[in-house]
């Protein structure tokens, strides 16, 4: 079995752009442990709500739903790693005004 440790990074969407922004998708054949999700909101004067989802064969489960994320700081929703199966997917979305407002990075061990 090879590991492989991966950094997913990109911009949270709103959730009116209609469903979530996938930053993660998991390979072929491959078991991925969820090490660590930041969220980091770069606004300077305000609050953003952001939702975590698993889509899991269009069976969505929410991690995060509806959390504040105070202007310019930084989320960490995970306490424990998660552990994800060829094709499930993570997505993330945020309130109408926190499009682009919000960073999301993922640490991932990838087994294959």
Known sequence: MAEAYKLH????????????TALYTVPA???AIV??????NRETDTDH???IEVNDAGSRRFLVK?????????????????VLETGD???FS???????????????LEIT
Do not use: C, H, R
Not at 35 to 40: L, N
Not at 73 to 81: E, Y
Not at 94 to 108: E, H, K, T
């Open 66 to 82: 509806g959390v504040a994320v105070p202007m310019q700081s930084t989320f960490q929703p995970l306490n424990k790693s998660l």
């Open 9 to 20: 990074t990109g911009l949270v969407a709103s959730v009116s752009a209609g469903s979530g």
């Open 94 to 108: 945020a309130d109408a005004a926190g499009a682009n407002d919000l960073d999301a990075s993922i640490s991932v």
């Open 35 to 40: 090490s660590s999700i930041y969220v980091a």
């Open 49 to 51: 709500t952001i939702n």
């Open 89 to 91: 997917i993570l997505e």
């Open 29 to 31: 054949d491959t078991t």
